[in-house]
């Protein structure tokens, strides 16, 4: 497997075939957002992902940014290493606890006039 580089993209590859990727943006010269992680449905998620965010959190470092998470996997995955998160900006979403982020219930009121 080999991990290959592009702007705002990382990829996991293996006898020339996509196995994952991390795609994100640069949003300034300090600021950069980690916009969502594929992973092929055959292969194991949490190893590639896990890969993935790793080497990003080294670019991330390295480039001495700050890094905003859509993508959910990442977020759990930041949650749950803490000592990864200094990289990440301010005011982040928590994804597991009485904070966490849950689905809105919607209640429409359907109104119709004649």
Same mark, same amino acid.
């Given at each position: 497997?080999?991990? *290959?580089?592009?702007?705002?993209?990382?990829?996991?590859?293996?006898?020339?075939?996509? =196995?994952?990727?991390?795609?994100?943006?640069? =949003?300034?010269? *300090?600021?950069? +957002?980690?916009?969502?992680?594929?992973?092929?449905?055959?292969?194991?998620?949490? #190893? /590639?992902?896990?890969? /993935?965010? %790793?080497?990003?959190?080294?670019?991330? #470092?390295?480039? %001495?940014?700050? +890094? &905003? =998470?859509?993508?959910?996997?990442? &977020?759990?995955?930041?949650?749950?290493?803490?000592?990864?998160?200094?990289? /990440?900006?301010? %005011?982040?979403?928590?994804?597991?606890?009485?904070?966490? +982020? &849950?689905? +809105?219930? /919607?209640?429409?009121?359907? *109104?119709?006039?004649?």
């Amino acid at each position: 497997m080999t991990i *290959t580089e592009q702007p705002g993209q990382l990829q996991i590859t293996q006898d020339e075939q996509l =196995l994952a990727s991390l795609h994100y943006l640069c =949003l300034s010269d *300090t600021s950069w +957002v980690l916009e969502q992680i594929f992973v092929r449905p055959s292969q194991s998620a949490t #190893t /590639l992902a896990d890969q /993935l965010i %790793n080497r990003f959190t080294q670019l991330a #470092t390295t480039a %001495n940014v700050t +890094v &905003k =998470l859509l993508d959910p996997y990442a &977020k759990r995955y930041f949650s749950q290493h803490p000592e990864e998160q200094a990289i /990440l900006a301010a %005011n982040q979403l928590p994804v597991t606890g009485d904070a966490a +982020v &849950k689905p +809105v219930a /919607l209640h429409l009121e359907h *109104t119709e006039e004649e």
